[in-house]
């Protein structure tokens, strides 16, 4: 056996760091010259540490041991103990989200018909499941409306850039569909199963989350940077055959990994495979700016006790939310100034994703001032623009996933975002569950 691995994102470069730790034969070819892909560690002149892509990362078990194999623990950073702490707008002013349902109950947050509505959700008889049943159809059905729209909404453009009006259940919270199935609610399948606790560590690297992909990059002994691949093919002698740009001779091999995003695996697989690639090219990326804004920490009023505030669609808000990086990791800034990552876009906010760079700042300094009550223009401002940011896994995602299976009696697999999920940690566990499939002794 011999794999070609397409595309040094974090799920490429972790699958290689495991077939070679297994001994099997592979090649990884990734266009871009740098190796982690959404991954993206920025150092600024000013003495910013920015993060484009993920801003940090939930330590899983999977997370957790590849660090280890990689030397890396003593680059674990520790997010600082208000990110327990998340905020939501609502009226015009951040107010902390109740961190649990029994929070929920106690909490001023919510209405009281809102809590009556929760309570209830323990009485309400479990649905047929439905494959085509979104998220805010879900909670809106057992939760209320008030609970879809000042906790969920935000929730999902913040981590997934979506809408839950488009996004599917099954594909997104699994878990929640099973937890209705089996115990008729999902707050008693949460209290019987204790699935809703404990939080994962919030953690960062201390050089950067791009420190990951760099070591693992590192560590390859057949990782090829800045070599984009540009066609596969089936010799009559079998398996598949990978051609370059750079020129260099084509080589075979038996299985393919495509560690790509849909939209960029898509060409690859017209030839071949015509239907996949029309699947793999519909899944909707939306875009999104990534604005970071620094103040002088005297003049920010707010006092920037938690992780960060979202903004629920229905308040209108310009941008998506702000993580406040300076409060999870002071060591990110020069002293006495506070930052703020904002993000612009995603599928809720589209058309504000793509105006020009200067009235992005311009309108997110106005809304931080607003917000957070900011008296000074920013001391610096700074964008990073992703036209095709994070899969959507809505009605689209469908087709996608059935490609990807029906692929893999064709011996290629697909080991991306799009597949595995969208953060880092699944995209870890899923590269290593594929690596250890391929390694399988053929029967």
Not at 71 to 94: F, N
Not at 289 to 302: E, G, K, L, M, T
Not at 393 to 403: G, K, L, P, S
Request: glycine letters at 8%; a positive charge.
């Amino acid at each position: 056996m011999n794999i070609a691995i397409i595309g040094g994102g974090i799920s490429g470069l972790t699958l290689a760091w495991y077939l070679q730790r297994a001994g099997v034969a592979y090649d990884l070819y990734e266009a871009d010259a740098r190796p982690g892909g959404n991954l993206h560690s920025l150092h600024t002149p000013e003495g910013y540490l920015l993060e484009t892509g993920p801003n940090s990362l939930q330590l899983s078990p999977e997370l957790a041991e590849l660090l280890t194999e990689l030397g890396l623990t003593d680059q674990i950073q520790d997010s600082a103990a208000v990110s327990k702490q998340r905020y939501v707008l609502r009226g015009g002013r951040y107010r902390q989200l109740p961190g649990s349902p029994p929070a929920l109950l106690t909490s001023g947050f919510f209405s009281l018909k809102a809590k009556w509505q929760l309570l209830q959700e323990l009485r309400k008889p479990a649905a047929p499941v439905d494959a085509a049943e979104t998220v805010a159809h879900f909670f809106r059905r057992r939760f209320g409306p008030e609970i879809l729209d000042y906790a969920v909404n935000p929730f999902m453009a913040g981590i997934y850039a979506g809408d839950p009006e488009k996004l599917l259940l099954h594909k997104t919270f699994p878990q929640l569909v099973a937890l209705e199935q089996e115990h008729g609610s999902v707050l008693r399948g949460l209290t019987k199963t204790g699935k809703g606790a404990p939080r994962r560590r919030i953690v960062t690297l201390k050089n950067g989350i791009d420190t990951l992909t760099s070591a693992l990059a590192s560590q390859l002994t057949h990782y090829h940077p800045a070599t984009a691949v540009t066609a596969i093919v089936r010799p009559a002698s079998g398996g598949y055959q990978v051609e370059v740009a750079t020129g260099a001779a084509p080589r075979t091999y038996t299985h393919l990994a495509l560690a790509l995003p849909a939209y960029a695996a898509a060409p690859l697989l017209q030839r071949l495979f015509p239907q996949a690639a029309a699947a793999l090219a519909a899944v909707h990326y939306p875009p999104m700016s990534v604005v970071f804004s620094a103040y002088a920490r005297p003049a920010v009023a707010h006092p920037l006790h938690g992780f960060g505030a979202l903004h629920p669609k229905v308040e209108g808000a310009y941008a998506a939310g702000s993580i406040w990086t300076s409060a999870l990791f002071p060591e990110r800034v020069p002293a006495g100034q506070v930052l703020f990552t904002t993000f612009v876009g995603g599928s809720q906010y589209e058309a504000a994703a793509t105006q020009p760079e200067d009235a992005q700042r311009a309108a997110v300094h106005a809304e931080l001032s607003r917000f957070y009550n900011i008296s000074a223009p920013p001391l610096w401002q700074g964008r990073y623009l992703w036209p095709r940011s994070i899969p959507q896994f809505d009605a689209r995602i469908v087709a996608a996933h059935a490609a990807a299976a029906q692929l893999e009696a064709e011996n290629i697999v697909s080991v991306a975002n799009w597949r595995a999920g969208v953060s880092v940690p699944d995209c870890v566990r899923y590269a290593k569950n594929t690596a250890a499939i391929l390694t399988q002794p053929q029967s």
